[in-house]
C-alpha cells in the first residue's frame, strides 16, 4: 500500500481539537494509529516496561474518537477518498497479521483469531497540523 494518506482526527466535539497528520503511505499511516495508542498507554501506565493490547482495544481507541478518518489518494481517480473507521480498522488487521506482529483479536470479532502482539517503535509521521 503505497499510497499518500492523510489522517483526521477529531477526539471530541470541539473542533479546535482536530488534527491531521500527512503520510507517504497507507503502512506509515496505520503504523501512527497504533502508535498514538501505545503513546496514550504509556502516559496512563508510565511505570510499565512494555506495552500489550488486544486489536480490540485499539479500536475502542478508535471508536472513542468523534472523527477518525483516512483520505487515501487513488491513482485510477487522481483524487482522495475518504476511509472511515470501519476501514481503517479492517486495514489494521490486514497489517498487523502481514507483519506477524497483530494484537490478538476476540472470538465476537468476525476476522480470523490470532494470538499476536503488537510492539511498535518509534513515530512514523511525518506532519501533524491542526485542521
Keep these: ?8 482526527l477529531q ?6 481539537g482536530r488534527t491531521y497528520y500527512d503520510f507517504d503511505t497507507v503502512t506509515l499511516a496505520l503504523d ?7 503513546q496514550k498507554l504509556q502516559r496512563e501506565n508510565p511505570q510499565s516496561g512494555q506495552i500489550q493490547y488486544r486489536a480490540e482495544d485499539l479500536f475502542r481507541f478508535i471508536d472513542s474518537y468523534k472523527e477518525f478518518v483516512a483520505l487515501v489518494f487513488e491513482p485510477a481517480h487522481q483524487s482522495y477518498l475518504p476511509r472511515d473507521k470501519e476501514w481503517i480498522k479492517d486495514r489494521l ?23 499476536h502482539q503488537k510492539y511498535h517503535q518509534g513515530n512514523r509521521f511525518h506532519n501533524s497540523r491542526r485542521w
Design 1 to 8: 500500500m503505497s499510497m499518500h494518506t492523510i489522517l483526521l
Design 11 to 16: 477526539s471530541t466535539h470541539n473542533t479546535s
Design 32 to 38: 501512527h494509529v497504533a502508535s498514538l495508542y501505545e
Design 93 to 115: 488487521l490486514a497489517h498487523f497479521s502481514q507483519q506477524n506482529s497483530a494484537p490478538p483479536i476476540s472470538s465476537h470479532q468476525q476476522h480470523h483469531h490470532q494470538q
